[in-house]
C-alpha cells in the first residue's frame, strides 16, 4: 500500500475528492465514501465500454464503406471518442488512487 503522509499529497487526493464526491457525499464517513467512489468507478466502466463500441461501430462502418461519411468526419470523430476513452481512464485511475487513499486514512484512524 501506497504511504500518503505528505502533506502535498494529501492536499492533491483532497481535492481529487472534492471533485469526484459530491457534498453530501463528502459527509459521509469513510466506508460510505469508499462505496460512492466504487460504485462510480463501476459506472466508469460502463461509459468506457460505450465509447469503445462507438469506436468500433464507427471504424466498422467507415472500413467496410457502410456510411457516407468523409474521412474528415470520421477522423474527427475517432479523436473526439479517443479523447473521451483516455479522460475515462484517467479518472479511473484517480478514483482507485482515492479509494487507496480512503482505506489509508481508515486505517490510521484520521
Known amino acids: 500500500m501506497t504511504d500518503f503522509s505528505d502533506e502535498k499529497e494529501q492536499q492533491r487526493l483532497q481535492s481529487y475528492l472534492n471533485i469526484h464526491l459530491k457534498n453530501d457525499k463528502q ?3 469513510l466506508k460510505g465514501q469508499i462505496e460512492a467512489l466504487q460504485k462510480k468507478d463501476r459506472n466508469k466502466w460502463i461509459m468506457l465500454a460505450v465509447n469503445i463500441a462507438a469506436l468500433v461501430v ?10 457516407e461519411l468523409s474521412q474528415t468526419f470520421f477522423l474527427i470523430i475517432v ?3 479517443g479523447i473521451n476513452v483516455g479522460l475515462i481512464y484517467y479518472q479511473k485511475k484517480q478514483l482507485k488512487e482515492l479509494v487507496e487513499y480512503l482505506r489509508w486514512k481508515e486505517q490510521r484512524g484520521i
Not at 464507427?58 to 456510411?67: A, M, V
Open 58 to 67: 464507427f471504424g466498422y462502418s467507415f472500413y467496410f464503406d457502410i456510411t
Open 27 to 29: 459527509t459521509l464517513p
Open 79 to 81: 479523436a473526439v471518442f
